[in-house]
């Protein structure tokens, strides 16, 4: 069981940047992959960044070039850095973390999810 911990949500100038963080806890040797993804009213759920514990980032349409992410070896935290913000970055962004299960199911879960804000 993995539990999911996110801040750094907030309110930026277009141009700007912000950070996100998603702290985990629980049992972090069953995590094969950590990302992130973003909704807002109107629009459809957006993937906006992955990785793997031995692999570099990839990411979605929406952030490429802009956003990068990183993480720490033992998957403590997963942080999202967002530059060069614009209005249609405003959504609320998610983290995840996809798991292994003793039974060898593979299971997502969620952070709570934070408020991103972009104004013009």
């Known amino acids: 069981q993995v539990q999911l911990v996110q801040s750094g949500g907030g ?3 277009a141009g700007g940047s912000l950070t996100l963080s998603c702290a ?3 049992d972090r040797l069953t995590i094969n992959t950590m990302g992130w ?9 957006e993937y906006v960044a992955s990785v ?3 692999g570099n980032p990839s990411y979605g349409g929406p952030g490429k070039g802009r956003f990068t992410l990183s993480k720490d070896d033992a998957w403590t935290e997963i942080s999202l850095h967002m530059n060069s ?3 249609d970055d405003t959504a609320i962004y998610y983290c995840y973390a996809d798991v ?4 060898r199911e593979s ?13 013009s």
């Open 11 to 13: 309110l930026a100038q």
């Open 24 to 26: 985990t806890s629980g």
């Open 37 to 45: 993804f973003r909704q807002a009213p109107g629009r459809q759920r």
């Open 52 to 54: 793997s514990g031995g």
């Open 85 to 87: 913000l614009r209005p």
């Open 100 to 103: 292994t299960t003793v039974t």
């Open 107 to 119: 299971l997502t879960h969620w952070g709570q999810g934070t408020q991103v804000t972009v104004s």
